[in-house]
DNA sequence: TCTGGGGTCCTAGGACCC
DNA sequence: TCTGGGGTCCTAGGACCC
């Protein structure tokens, strides 16, 4: 049980995909999922004919807009439809490995570890994944697998759409050196600039950083992860338990607010969503946070910690509200409020998740990693050892970035 | 260019306790 | 009368990710 293999699934421009899947109209269109044009937001995904000029995620509407020829089409996001297809997909993966951790809704790992030698090597599991996604709902994902979450992440990355790179753990470095530092995991907007005043532009140059200098750069911890990452050192463990933390809702205006009427009648709505949200999923929150944005962008928070957990509206909403006029914000233009609950009881999350002793262990999903290894144990128990082959090398799966 | 919405994680200061 | 050192919890801000 030496050498891990783990697969990271993609899917292309998912919510983008799912629309112009559903419409054939808008087939070969530049497409974009996210805010109208004329109002404020951005991006959210869009289609690769609109990545042609130059629209990204993350991209101001209007910036988008302006790029766009006439004939682009706008939707807002359908999350709700979305999430019904990422559902769909994630069922399916489960029948190729039992531990899939769902990153977001069109991201996934799978630990494959052994499976290599009762499905076939690397490449074929890769393309099974992408077969059986195709098959299930008709879109086309960009798969990965190394011998880790961050080598595989990046071989998703490395080849879209429909892409599928296969890094095994002898051509790590190789397929690290020439990346762009940029994209190490945790390196953004603030701290990649400070690399590359440095002189620096890709990994193999992050290498050339000591430990130390890295972390007087980036502080301890992001140092350590950076220097780590350079070096392809990165977790190979899965975590499909993980539950969520906090639920919050927030509304942007189209024109910034000064009437506190239209502030309080926009927590109390937040307040009945994320409420809901809670009761839905049997949680109680112990805090209870209010977010507010200012014309100009200036953000602030602002949270109380209740005696007695809730997921009740009224209480939400009264919190936040005294929240708010504790503080003199009043005549100031808001941009966007916001509520948010969090701080539950972990022990809740952590009973669910341990083994029932008195149940039938197979079935408890905490142990279901340890079931994929007996299973394969018991494979080659039956069939000998030598008749499991043991991970094969590729050779170099050398693959053209299309950076579309 | 003028910046959504839903999250997670880290840092840092102050309170408080031993 | 001035003052330690460590641990933990709370709160606010901010970087980052999808």
Same mark, same amino acid.
């Given at each position: 049980m030496s050498e891990r293999l783990i697969m990271h699934i993609d899917l292309d421009a998912f919510f983008a995909s799912i629309e112009q899947r559903d419409h $054939?109209?808008? *087939? &070969?269109? $530049?497409?974009?999922? &996210?805010a109208k044009p004329g109002r404020r937001g951005v991006v959210a995904t869009c289609s690769y004919e609109a990545r042609r000029y130059g629209v990204r995620s993350a991209m101001p509407i209007s910036e988008a807009a302006r790029r766009l020829p006439q004939e682009a089409v706008y939707l807002r996001p359908d999350i709700n439809r979305y999430g019904?297809?990422?559902q769909q997909i994630m069922t399916a993966l489960q029948s190729l490995s039992p531990v899939v951790e769902k990153v977001s809704v069109d991201e996934a790992f799978l630990d494959i570890t052994g499976m290599e030698r009762l499905i076939g090597d690397a490449e074929s599991i890769g393309r099974q994944a992408k077969q059986l996604i195709h098959d299930q709902v008709g879109l086309t994902a960009s798969v990965g697998i190394g011998p880790n979450r961050l080598i595989a992440k990046l071989a998703s990355d490395y080849q879209k759409p429909d &892409?599928?790179?296969v890094v095994t753990a002898d051509q790590v470095e190789a397929f690290l050196n020439p990346l762009p530092l940029t994209l190490l995991r945790g390196l953004g907007t603030k701290s990649a600039p400070i690399l590359q005043r440095l002189g620096l532009s890709t990994v193999a140059d992050v290498r050339r950083l000591s430990l130390l200098e890295l972390r007087r750069q980036l502080g301890n911890l992001a140092g350590t992860s950076i220097y780590q990452q350079a070096r392809g050192i990165a977790s190979d463990r899965l975590d499909d338990q993980s539950t969520r933390k906090s639920i919050s809702k927030e509304t942007t205006f189209d024109q910034d607010i000064t009437d506190p009427a239209i502030l309080r009648e926009s927590l109390h709505w937040s307040a009945q969503e994320v409420g809901y949200v809670a009761r839905q999923e049997h949680r109680k929150g112990s805090l209870v946070t209010l977010k507010i944005r200012f014309r100009g962008f200036d953000t602030h928070t602002r949270s109380r910690s209740l005696n007695t957990p809730t997921s009740a509206d009224q209480e939400i909403f009264k919190t936040a509200w005294e929240l708010y006029r504790s503080e003199s914000w009043d005549d100031q233009p808001v941009r966007l409020i916001g509520l948010g609950i969090s701080g539950w009881d972990g022990a809740v999350d952590e009973l669910q998740r341990q083994p029932d002793l008195f149940g039938d262990p @197979?079935? *408890?999903t905490g142990a279901r990693q340890d079931r994929l290894y007996q299973t394969l144990d018991e494979?080659?128990? #039956?069939?000998? #050892?030598? @008749?499991i082959r043991l991970g094969s090398k590729r050779g170099d799966s050398k693959t053209e970035s299309e950076s579309e």
């Open positions: $054939p109209e808008y *087939q &070969g269109r $530049p497409l974009v999922v &996210g019904e297809v990422s &892409g599928l790179t @197979a079935l *408890q494979v080659s128990g #039956k069939f000998g #050892k030598h @008749a």
